[in-house]
């Protein structure tokens, strides 16, 4: 049986290739550096960009969530993640854990330069780097988390099961083992004081 027209069309969008939006995202969020207290190493630094920003965006989500939960129904969405560091840490999401840990999640880079950061839970981290057209899959298991490395604004699509859930406090609480910092050779890993 097919699905009915009211309900495809709630799963159903366009996006601009020009300015990677969504015409009709059922959720639209903007994450500034005030909301991110917590997430940076650097309180100091933070609250000095905080100031020197009048509290810049750091990133923004358009998803489309059907309102059906079943673990087979599908999520997406767009991120954009605006270039800037506090101190020389890159700016970021931040990352999660999904709550069902057998939920995988897939992303697309549409534009910019940056990268995927995963952390197991026993705290081994990674970075992949991804340019527009690198796609990346991410584990069910591991935490994940979006980071922009160049100069222009970073944009990535993710596709993920609804029922993954969101775990953010574990990352909270102690972030990544690992930073993404930028300084003139370029972006690199170094170790997050708070994990130890």
């Not at 609250?47 to 969530?65: F, L, N, Q």
């Amino acid at each position: 049986m097919l699905p009915d027209r009211d309900m495809l069309s709630d799963l159903s969008t366009h996006l601009d290739l020009d300015r990677f939006t969504l015409r009709n995202p059922t959720r639209r969020r903007e994450v500034t550096l005030s909301s991110l207290r917590g997430y940076f190493s650097a309180p100091a630094a933070l609250e000095k960009a905080i100031s020197d920003t009048g509290d810049a965006v750091v990133y923004e989500v358009e998803v489309v969530e059907p309102k059906e939960q079943a673990p087979n129904i599908l999520a997406y969405g767009v991120t954009r993640v605006f270039p800037g560091r506090v101190g020389n840490e890159c700016y970021m999401t931040k990352g999660h854990f999904h709550a069902d840990p057998t939920c995988t999640e897939i992303y697309l880079a549409l534009a910019g330069r940056g990268g995927l950061l995963q952390m197991t839970r026993d705290g081994r981290s990674f970075f992949q780097e991804m340019r527009a057209g690198d796609a990346v899959y991410v584990r069910g298991d591991m935490a994940h988390r979006l980071v922009n490395t160049g100069d222009d604004a970073f944009v990535t699509w993710a596709v993920y099961p609804v029922g993954a859930g969101h775990d953010y406090s574990t990352i909270a609480e102690r972030g990544f083992s690992s930073l993404v910092v930028g300084d003139e050779s370029g972006a690199h890993l170094a170790p997050n004081p708070r994990w130890a």
